[in-house]
């Protein structure tokens, strides 16, 4: 029980009991508050001063600090808690205003001041004080980083949130293990199979200290109670497992079917491990045809839950029959990323069946529990899909083998029917033919009789009209041939070379077409006239001119402007000069 506390006396009770981070800033900040109370508050001059009263004013002095006194109950005191001399020279007095707030007010003359060092000093040996011995902290990761061997933790009460832009509501602690003192807590770590991550709850101990050069509490980590971290991580996994199961989750993926033959098959694990070559090993060696959908991820570390619920979202798109999740051996820590939250929720909201390989003989991961089907090994997992297929063609070959039988069954029984059938019909045919054959023989004779008959009568028929056909013939003949004569007269006398050579001409424009009309002619065409003994080439000037006996004159002139053409409503043309 701790002693009475006397009036004017301020305490803070640090019990030795295991603090929260919380708890453990709180005291700090107390003895910080203290060891930083002015000391140096004015006091007015002149006899009109007020004097403390008893009941207001304790001498600060103790045995072990000039600040802070601690009874044997571990209750630190402000004030004087015996009636000795104090340990200065010039006690400080402390004066309480009416709400209790401490106010010094010695008789110095002037405000006394620390060095920075000497502020140090007083805190440390305040917390030296306050923590003789070494505390056990318990608290939530909020953040792990290592550099150069030293490990940091950043620790938090659990359940304390953030605020909206990221920044830590509750009061946070820098918990450091040095290199040195890191592989024991390490080893411990490896042993029980477990890694720190973030968001878990550890129990840690250590010492309390001030790290001067960055103006900060700092916590140094001696041993971590490893027994309360699997206890941790074993209720946030029993946790997880009730909320799934609740959320109807837990069986979700249990209840898609696989199809019959699961050739379509994802694949989510580090490309090129153990764990890959092994599940394609396997397909690769059962000789069907599978069509392997690899999507990268890491399977363990902090990044891993992520990958692995990002490589399922993306498998999505392509509909595979099956995925399977798998990595290889490791210790029990480095299965952590599938007890997450994250991958079994991905695994449980999936459209289509996950198998997993991912653990090993007595360990089960939540994702196995949410999966359709866990496997030990990615070898396990790569026989079993193998062996879904080998079960569908291993009846599908026994189906084919009692079909197979059923149909040889039926053929030869056919094959009897039909060999009597043949029988059968072979010999009503060669009766057929027997029957049939005089009557065959004398209808051909009769049929050689009506075809010589018939060809001699044909044959006197055309010698007649062979007669009667030379005759037709030369008519038609001396007739063609004279309207030949005739067309070819005609053609002669229509012929515009005749027309040419007796003195006429023809003028055609760029295009070669004959000119018919003054219309087919504008100012400045150029028009071909051939005479009897070469072409004229010419430009027209005027088109549409009519002369005083009202004929119509085209004025046209030759490109070396020497010879010209005119011509009537007629068509005529005249050349000149």
Not at 31 to 47: D, E, F, K, L
Not at 243 to 255: C, F, I, P, R, S
Not at 264 to 291: K, N, W, Y
Not at 516 to 522: E, K, T
Request: charged share 25%; proline share 4%; net charge negative.
């Amino acid at each position: 029980m701790a002693p009475e506390q006397s009036p004017g006396e301020q305490r803070f009770d640090f019990d030795l009991a295991e603090p929260g981070a919380a708890a453990l800033e709180r005291r700090v900040r107390e003895v910080s508050s203290v060891a930083a109370v002015s000391r140096a508050a004015r006091r007015t001059s002149g006899p009109s001063k007020r004097a403390p009263t008893s009941a207001q004013t304790t001498v600060e002095t103790s045995s072990n600090h000039p600040v802070l006194g601690f009874d044997h109950g571990g209750v630190a005191t402000v004030g004087a808690t015996s009636a000795g001399p104090p340990e200065t020279d010039q006690p400080s007095v402390v004066d309480r205003d009416a709400d209790g707030v401490a106010n010094d007010v010695r008789d110095e003359p002037a405000e006394e001041s620390l060095t920075v060092a000497a502020f140090y000093d007083r805190v440390k040996r305040a917390l030296s004080q306050a923590f003789p011995e070494e505390v056990w902290v318990a608290g939530e990761i909020r953040g792990l980083r290592e550099s150069r061997g030293h490990h940091y933790i950043e620790l938090a009460d659990a359940g304390a949130g953030t605020e909206a832009g990221g920044r830590a509501v509750a009061q946070q602690l820098e918990v450091v293990c040095w290199s040195r003192e890191w592989p024991p807590v390490a080893r411990a770590l490896a042993e029980a199979g477990v890694e720190l991550e973030v968001g878990r709850v550890v129990r840690v101990r250590g010492r309390v200290s001030v790290w001067e050069g960055g103006s900060k509490l700092r916590f140094t980590l001696t041993s971590l109670d490893v027994e309360a971290l699997l206890g941790g991580i074993a209720a946030a996994r029993r946790r997880l497992l009730q909320a799934l199961e609740a959320e109807g989750l837990l069986e979700a993926n249990a209840l898609l079917a696989v199809p019959l033959v699961p050739l379509r098959i994802g694949i989510v694990t580090s490309p090129g491990s153990e764990a890959h070559s092994d599940f394609v090993g396997q397909l690769a060696r059962s000789g069907f045809a599978f069509e392997v959908l690899l999507e990268p991820s890491l399977v363990q570390g902090t990044e891993a839950p992520r990958q692995i619920a990002s490589a399922l979202s993306r498998l999505a798109r392509v509909e595979p029959d099956l995925v399977v999740v798998v990595r290889g051996g490791g210790a029990r820590g480095d299965l952590a990323a599938f007890d997450s939250e994250e991958v079994a929720r991905a695994i449980a909201l999936a459209p289509f069946p996950v198998w997993t390989g991912i653990g090993h003989t007595g360990d089960r991961s939540v994702a196995d529990e949410v999966a359709q089907r866990a496997l030990i090994t990615p070898t396990a997992c790569g026989e079993a899909v193998v062996a879904a297929v080998s079960e569908y063609w291993g009846l599908v070959v026994e189906r084919a083998g009692t079909l197979s039988a059923l149909a040889g069954s039926r053929l030869d029984v056919a094959r009897q029917r039909l060999h009597a059938a043949a029988g059968a019909v072979t010999r009503g045919a060669r009766h057929q033919l027997d029957r049939r054959s005089d009557e065959i023989a004398g209808a051909r004779q009769l049929a050689m009789r009506a075809a010589r008959s018939g060809i001699e009568r044909e044959t006197s028929k055309l010698a007649g009209a062979q007669g009667s056909l030379g005759s037709a013939a030369l008519r038609i003949v001396g007739a063609a041939e004279r309207d030949r004569q005739r067309y070819e007269q005609l053609l002669r006398a229509y012929d515009p070379r005749r027309q040419i050579e007796r003195g006429w001409s023809l003028t055609r424009d760029g295009n070669g077409r004959p000119v018919r009309s003054i219309a087919d002619l504008v100012r400045g065409a150029e028009i071909t006239t051939t005479v009897s003994d070469g072409e004229i080439v010419s430009v027209v000037q005027h088109a549409g001119e009519r002369t005083s006996q009202g004929t119509t004159r085209d004025s046209v002139t030759s490109l070396d402007g020497r010879v010209g053409v005119e011509r009537d409503d007629e068509g005529h043309e005249e050349a000149r000069t």
